[in-house]
């Protein structure tokens, strides 16, 4: 007979940090209700292949779905017509110029709800103060048009929103951090759930297990990414 599925673990805010390990859940990966979102905790979060996601007026819900999807730079996919738009370039990029707006951008007018709550941005950008959470900003004679989030863990990117305001800039903002971070030592982004849109940029799954072994690998490698200087480049091969 197969063994039952463990239950989530309940957290307090005071319990020790620790999370239980993500395999021995089901696909859908709640493995943890509760606690709190200091960086600590969200930190091991990270380093455990796990990521808060809840709706405001819920305790924290800690999940570590099965599979998981990654970009890399060697699987980064541009279209033809979205290296039209990067080489067109009425656009430019920064880095860490603004994180927070970043993040109540990405949160704004989502007819579905957003996760990107108040609680949410004011722990997030702690991380970003403690130069372990990064933002790419893309903007439009001096608008704030597009953009994207995201935490480092060693060689791992955990990117986790993004936005636009015109036509394909969330799409710049995923290739200048994926391009910009890629060179500096990233060597994995994690996109957590496949969408069509991510899908177009050469996103891909992989199985729960292999994820959390590569985050093994990763996870401890040093990358500095405080100073980068964000680019989108066109590539130069014609994919379609």
């Known amino acids: 007979m197969r063994a039952p599925q463990p239950r989530p673990v309940f957290l307090r805010p005071d319990d020790p940090m620790r999370f239980p390990d993500p395999q021995q859940f089901d696909r859908e990966g709640l493995v943890a209700i509760g606690g709190d979102l200091r960086p600590e ?15 405001e007026g819920y305790v924290p819900m800690w999940w570590s779905p099965d599979p998981r999807a990654v970009v890399t730079p060697e699987c980064l996919h541009v279209s033809r017509s979205l290296r039209r738009v990067l080489r ?14 970043v993040m109540n951008e990405c949160g704004r007018g989502r007819a579905e709800g957003t996760w990107v709550i108040p609680e949410m941005v004011a722990a997030y ?4 103060e403690l130069g372990r959470a990064h933002s790419v900003e893309v903007w439009h004679e001096g608008e704030l048009v597009g953009g994207t989030y995201g935490v480092q863990i060693g060689a791992l990117f955990a990117a986790e929103s ?7 800039m969330s799409k710049v903002a995923l290739v200048a951090l994926v391009q910009t971070a890629g060179a500096a030592g990233i060597e994995v982004f994690d996109v957590q759930f496949l969408t069509r849109h991510l899908a177009t940029l050469g996103a ?19 990358v500095d990414l405080r100073h980068v200087q964000p680019a989108a480049t066109p590539p130069s091969s014609s994919d379609a």
Not at 125 to 128: A, F, K, P, Q, V
């Open 162 to 168: 993004m936005f636009h305001r015109r036509t394909d």
């Open 41 to 55: 905790r969200l930190l091991l979060a990270y380093r455990s292949g796990i990521f808060p996601w809840y709706a």
């Open 125 to 128: 950008t702690r991380l970003h």
């Open 204 to 222: 891909y799954e992989l199985a729960r297990r292999d994820y959390l072994e590569r985050l093994r690998s990763l996870r401890d490698e040093v």
């Open 88 to 101: 067109r370039a009425d656009f430019h990029l920064t880095w860490n110029r603004c994180f927070a707006r």
